[in-house]
């Protein structure tokens, strides 16, 4: 399996061979910096396409098929008006905290998409507290999303944004368990080591019955999370018109839209890394034959593959619940979600304790 | 006891009714798409039988209509659409008869109610699927529904008999 350090660290050898070390470190960082933007803005784009096909596919239409062969460039396209849009000055708005808001919640989102592991090798922030330095940072972006509707000065705005901290709050909560559960199986922290310890099978088949439930359970608080239908009350465009980002316009709007895609797939992602064994290949213990089939795949083909999975899974369930009532959507939280998670993360431990994993 | 029951019940019920949904939608996914790729498709592209599109004034293939002038369709109009021209003729036999000089159409103000069609007693009058109606003026919207050289077809022996 080609591992991708093998690039970074020629890379690494080559910039300390003509620069002081304290240089090349500068450089790097730069470097590093503009692959992560580069990748998200590539991502963001494919996602928006790839969503409005799928809703379309849902709906029995066939989506966007004007621009550009299949519709690809439609997203490009779509980039471009809204990198050359006006934004538009708000009368009454507090100008700071309103100028501020998408980037912090930009910023998160591109914090929080630098802790997965893309491939062999192939990983920007890996340290021993990764798992739990991605759900912090990804919590941020509430931050964000909590300024946007404040500083609006807008009681639409500012009622789909407590909403949304409402929401957020909650689902923390399941997310950080169903991970704690998964970290219980595992024993580390680290990303790397999360995905190494899935050579031998994935956590999904290793931890079985509480895994599976641990997995359904992230899949839903990571959607409520992101978001997105059907918990996407925050934005609820009937009775809101668009919640937190209803004042916003051209670019600062995009921000919202990127950080929105890119959360989904950063979601996504993160229950790949955890449950399908990230990068790594799908191995059958004393399967030989099969196993080396499956390591001349790519390492990054598989995890694009297993978050592409993923992300169609969030949005099968966009296009197929209707939204949720804010107390109906506390009510699932902690009434169902939690008391299930910490029944499990209890059932998690006897499993380890008693070696009842594979 | 109960509200424990009743909780496990809820949550197994809920969960089955989400899954039925997520079945129903995939097999949607999967099913054939409608939307037609229209200019590409207009060679192809058929609308379905019962599509009003425009009306007309069915001529058969020696260029005879059905149209007795009797203004039925013209009275029922809502907006209007349809006026009729016609004069007295008077034939061999000395019987007085109207007889259709124009049957003027306006396209614009069509409300595609039917009751023309419906209503009229030689069933002369029928609404076609067609679709392409773009045009740059409104006065070329007004049609002249009856062809140039057209006569009133004979009534069949058949239905002679019953009246």
């Known amino acids: 399996m080609f591992d991708f350090s093998v690039i970074t660290q020629w890379i690494d050898q080559l910039l300390r061979g003509v620069m002081p070390d304290a240089a090349a470190l500068v450089v790097e960082c730069v470097l590093i910096g503009l692959a992560l933007l580069l990748g998200y803005a590539v991502i963001a784009l494919a996602l928006i396409y790839v969503e409005r096909k799928v809703c379309a596919w849902f709906q029995c239409r066939l989506g966007p098929n004007r621009v550009g062969p299949f519709g690809l460039l439609q997203s490009v396209a779509d980039m471009i008006k809204m990198l050359i849009k006006e934004i538009i ?19 998160a989102s591109v914090a929080a998409f630098s802790c997965l592991p893309f491939a062999k090798g192939l990983q920007v922030l890996d340290f021993n507290v990764g798992i739990f330095f ?3 940072v990804s919590s941020i972006g509430i931050v964000g999303i909590l300024l946007a509707g ?12 407590m909403r949304s901290g409402a929401q957020m709050i909650s689902y923390e909560l399941s997310i950080g368990l169903s991970i704690l559960t998964m970290v219980v199986l595992s024993g580390t922290l680290q990303i790397t080591e999360l995905v190494e310890g899935q050579a031998d099978g994935w956590f999904l088949f290793k931890g079985h019955l509480p895994a599976l439930i ?16 059907p918990f ?10 668009a919640g937190y980002h209803t004042e916003y316009s ?9 950080a929105e895609y890119l959360n989904m797939f950063i979601v996504a992602g993160v229950a ?9 290949p799908l191995h059958v213990p004393g399967w030989e034959g099969f196993n080396e089939v499956m390591d001349y ?10 978050v592409g999975v993923m992300i169609f899974v969030i949005m099968w369930f966009k296009w197929t619940f209707p939204r949720l009532r804010i107390d109906q959507l506390l009510r699932l939280e902690w009434k169902y979600l939690l008391p299930i998670n910490l029944l499990n993360l209890l059932l998690m431990v006897v499993v380890v304790v008693y070696k009842l994993h594979f | 006891m109960n509200s424990v029951n009743r909780y496990i019940v809820n949550f197994f019920a809920g969960l089955r009714s989400l899954l039925v949904g997520m079945r129903t939608t995939l097999r949607v996914f999967f099913r054939k798409k409608t939307t037609e790729r229209y200019p590409e498709n207009r060679k192809e592209l058929v609308m379905f039988d019962r599509f009003r599109g425009e009306l007309v004034l069915l001529h058969d293939s020696e260029n005879r209509h059905k149209c007795i002038a009797c203004g039925i369709c013209e009275v029922n109009c809502p907006n209007s659409t349809i006026r009729l021209t016609s004069e007295m003729v008077t034939d061999e036999a000395g019987k007085k008869k109207k007889v259709l000089i124009e049957y003027s159409y306006d396209h614009g103000s069509c409300l595609f109610c039917q009751l023309c069609a419906r209503t009229c007693p030689q069933r002369a009058l029928d609404f076609v699927p067609t679709f392409e109606h773009a045009v740059f003026t409104r006065e070329k919207l007004v049609h002249k529904l009856n062809r140039e050289g057209s006569t009133l077809a004979p009534k069949p022996v058949a239905e002679n008999l019953t009246v």
């Open chain 1, 150 to 161: 404040w500083a609006s000065n807008n009681k639409y705005s500012l009622i789909g944004a």
């Open chain 1, 89 to 107: 000055e708000i009368k009454h708005v507090d100008r700071f905290l309103f100028g501020l808001a998408p980037y912090i919640v930009i910023i």
């Open chain 1, 272 to 280: 790949a890394t955890l449950f399908l064994g990230g990068w790594m």
């Open chain 1, 134 to 136: 991605l759900v912090a």
């Open chain 1, 250 to 258: 051209g670019m600062h709007f995009g921000f919202f839209y990127l």
């Open chain 1, 214 to 229: 641990a997995f359904v359970v992230y899949l839903v608080a990571g959607t409520a999370e992101t978001n997105r239908g």
């Open chain 1, 232 to 241: 996407d009350l925050p934005e609820a465009d009937s009775e809101l018109t």
């Open chain 1, 297 to 306: 795949i790519p390492s990054l083909l598989w995890f694009l593959g297993k």
